[in-house]
């Protein structure tokens, strides 16, 4: 090659090179132009290219734990399965029947038969547990099987308080009891959400707004010995039903509500309708005896007796034409105040209501919410009847009826609240079963709540030294507790009929408070047509006095002499509670 | 020989302009390749990051309905009922009234004032900053570089 030769030939690559780097960026810009015109301007086309780039996801809002005051779970929240599967996309019959007829339980040559179908679906299991479901899933048919979790609301502590939670239906809707009162705090709030199937667009904002939990004032210990002992003594005694409620008159706290018949909210479908509802708060009855100690109360607040008042017992009265007699048709004679509840007299309790006059006699009533709600949170609470001065229903022989408890209508909580004043230094409670409610953002106690304050501190002491009385020297010593002062009563109510009263059942109920000169706790044990005795004093005391053994067991109330020495010494009976 | 030199720059000049402006287009180019590369090293990055997150989410919902299932069954281990049994199968009775002693401690006051310590004044909670250019850059390299080792070897990243 010549020199000449070669100059051309570097010339010539000279002349070329710039066409072909100026070809290459070109080239290489249109990349690059395209590359971002992809990643930034063509999302719509994207989007029309694939429809899947986003989706729809429906967010199930996780509903509240239902716990006791001691933070033990009596509402919780499970999983289950419902399986199903594409025979037409079901590639090996033959291997996936044989799989799934393992885990499922299924028949194999049927479940062989139903794969084998040209069916686009086939329903293979309606429910089964989170485990079972987990293993199908973990077997990878992801595009043949279709698995759905169906959230299930557990009651773990079975047939427990179940007139208390309620339950919740298959439309996941809150039924009586706190399920149904706070459905809206317990069920939270599901969300659809449209999230992205790009990778660069994940948010873990992914979750539904949660439930909020509810804390009870219920024990679930004492819960449990009340539900036992209600059980035991309806056995004994061959009542139809009852109910017992154990309540902190202090602060109104619902420990322990119990009623028979009951039912298992994990098979709520199993039993009657009626028994999902709670007697103790929508029952009405007429309570009976237990009545004298408001209708005493309310005659001493008035002024209208006095401790030392007297009357002359002539064992009948005869009040809007009405003959009340005592409950043994006897004359009494001279009968003091405390007589009337020693002694549980008809007669004496309508005299002392006549001396009131209905207007105070009634004005009184009210005040201890007779008739009245109590605005307790749990649902389908009843009014109660009690009818006043100026009712069209209202007849004079009710101010004289009414004053021993037959005639008027409560329910167990509406009695045991009125009650509770007397042991509550006349202050009455709002009763309460639920103690906090856990939000997303903190805890909101409940507070205590007075209703109102029925009688004084000081006729309150009055009337609750007589009850102590009553159980210590009267009809009710059955219902003493060796080592501790009980103030009670009982109360023996006939049962009304269109027709008048039944002469062959009757409800009988014991109230009582201890330690009487610092109440902790208050009881009403109510039993349905017991057949065992004719007077609750009989039937119904014994069974407190059994009751109250285990109580200040669990809630640790010391004797009384012990809690002297603690109070002597500076300290007192809420210094031992636990 | 001025005239030869004269006649070779008129020559070359334009040659000259067209390199550098060649040369300034590379450099274009080069910078964005640059900026490319790195822009499709931080998208791959986020792109993995996504799918893992994605599967820590699966996994997390999983696992808090194992918890809750767990929880549920241990509630129902330790119900009332179920207690009860396991007590009377271990011996244990039920204490009454008789079998409980309470004790009261001469001089000792359960309601006595107790003194609690008072809790530390609260500090603002907030991280200490200590972010760099060159340690971003620095990070940017270790992603770039954990791709590349990533893609070379097969596997997932």
């Known amino acids: 090659m010549t020199a000449q030769q070669g100059q051309t030939q570097i010339d010539t690559f000279n002349s070329r ?7 290459m960026v070109m080239i290489s810009a249109l990349l690059v132009l395209k590359l971002f015109s992809f990643q930034q301007l063509s999302l719509d086309v994207i989007n029309e290219l694939s429809p899947d780039y986003n989706r729809n996801i429906n967010l199930a809002a996780a509903r509240g734990i239902i716990y006791d005051r001691e933070g033990q779970r009596l509402a919780v929240n499970t999983l289950e399965y419902r399986i199903g599967i594409s025979p037409n996309l079901v590639s090996n019959p033959q291997r996936t029947a044989t799989q799934l007829a393992a885990i499922l339980n299924l028949d194999e040559l049927e479940t062989y038969q139903a794969l084998s179908s040209d069916q686009s679906y086939v329903l293979l299991a309606p429910r089964v547990s989170a485990e079972i479901g987990q293993q199908v899933e973990a077997l990878e048919l992801d595009n043949v099987i279709r698995i759905e979790k169906i959230p299930r609301r557990v009651y773990p502590q079975g047939t427990l308080a179940a007139q208390i939670l309620g339950f919740v239906g298959g439309d996941l809707q809150g039924y009586y009891g706190v399920e149904g009162k706070f459905q809206d705090q317990l069920a939270g709030r599901a969300r659809e959400e449209v999230v992205s199937n790009i990778p660069f667009e994940v948010t873990d904002q992914q979750e539904a707004d949660k439930g909020n939990d509810l804390y009870l004032t219920l024990d679930r210990d004492i819960q449990f010995l009340v539900e036992s002992q209600l059980q035991q003594s309806i056995t004994e005694t061959g009542a139809t039903g009852g109910t017992i409620i154990v309540m902190n008159p202090r602060s109104g706290d619902i420990l322990g509500m119990a009623s028979w018949p009951s039912f298992d909210p994990n098979d709520y479908s199993a039993s009657r309708e009626r028994d999902w509802r709670n007697p103790a708060v929508s029952e009405q009855y007429e309570p009976g005896s237990i009545m004298k100690v408001l209708t005493i109360a309310a005659g001493l607040d008035s002024g209208k007796i006095s401790k030392d008042w007297t009357y002359n017992d002539q064992g009948s009265i005869d009040v809007g034409g009405i003959k009340i007699e005592n409950w043994d048709r006897r004359a009494h004679g001279v009968v003091d105040t405390q007589g009337i509840l020693v002694q549980s007299l008809n007669v004496g309790a309508a005299t002392v209501s006549l001396s009131m006059g ?9 005040k201890f919410n007779v008739g009245r709600l109590t605005g307790v949170n749990l649902e389908g609470e009843a009014t109660g009847t009690m009818y006043i001065l100026g009712d069209p229903d209202y007849s004079d022989s009710s101010l004289g009826t009414d004053a021993f408890g037959q005639g008027l209508a409560t329910t167990p909580l509406q009695m045991i609240t009125a009650i509770s004043a007397i042991a509550n230094d006349g202050l009455m409670m709002q009763p309460n079963i639920v103690q906090k409610i856990v939000t997303s953002d903190g805890e909101v106690p409940s507070q205590p709540t007075a209703l109102g304050r029925p009688i004084t501190a000081d006729t309150a002491h009055l009337v609750r030294d007589m009850m102590v009385v009553v159980v210590r020297d009267g009809l009710d010593s059955d219902a003493q507790l060796p080592g501790y002062t009980v103030a009670g009563k009982t109360g023996t109510a006939e049962i009304p009929t269109p027709v008048g009263y039944r002469s062959d059942a009757w409800i009988m109920s014991f109230i009582g408070f201890l330690p009487a000169d610092d109440p902790q706790v208050i009881v009403l044990i109510k039993l349905d047509e ?3 005795g004719r007077w609750a004093s ?7 006095r059994r009751l ?22 500076g300290g007192d009976v809420n210094g031992v509670q636990r | 020989m001025n005239q030869n030199w004269l006649q070779h720059a008129l020559r070359d000049t334009p040659f000259k302009l067209q390199r550098q402006a060649i040369a300034l287009a590379g450099l274009g180019l080069f910078v964005a390749i640059i900026i490319g590369a790195l822009y499709l090293a931080q998208s791959t990055a986020n792109a993995t990051l996504g799918r893992q997150l994605e599967e820590l989410i699966a996994k997390r919902d999983q696992l808090e309905q194992t918890n809750e299932q767990l929880r549920s069954s241990i509630a129902q281990l330790r119900s009332v009922p179920r207690l009860l049994d396991r007590a009377k199968q271990l011996g244990f009775v039920d204490s009454g009234q008789q079998n409980i002693e309470y004790l009261v401690v001469n001089g000792y006051n359960p309601n006595r004032v107790q003194a609690t310590p008072q809790p530390e004044a609260a500090r603002p909670d907030v991280p200490e900053y200590d972010e760099s250019f060159v340690g971003w850059v620095q990070q940017q390299w270790d992603a770039f570089t954990s791709q590349l080792s990533s893609f070379s070897n097969g596997g997932d990243p």
């Not at chain 1, 209905?358 to 009210?366: A, G, N, T």
């Open chain 1, 530 to 532: 017991p057949t065992t």
């Open chain 1, 548 to 569: 109250a053994e285990r109580l200040v067991v669990l809630m640790e109330i010391p004797p009384d002499d012990v809690r002297l020495a603690l109070a002597a010494q």
């Open chain 1, 358 to 366: 209905p207007i105070d006699f009634f004005k009184y009533m009210s």
């Open chain 1, 17 to 23: 090179l710039p066409i072909v780097v100026i070809g």
């Open chain 1, 538 to 544: 009989q039937v119904v005391a014994p069974i407190f």
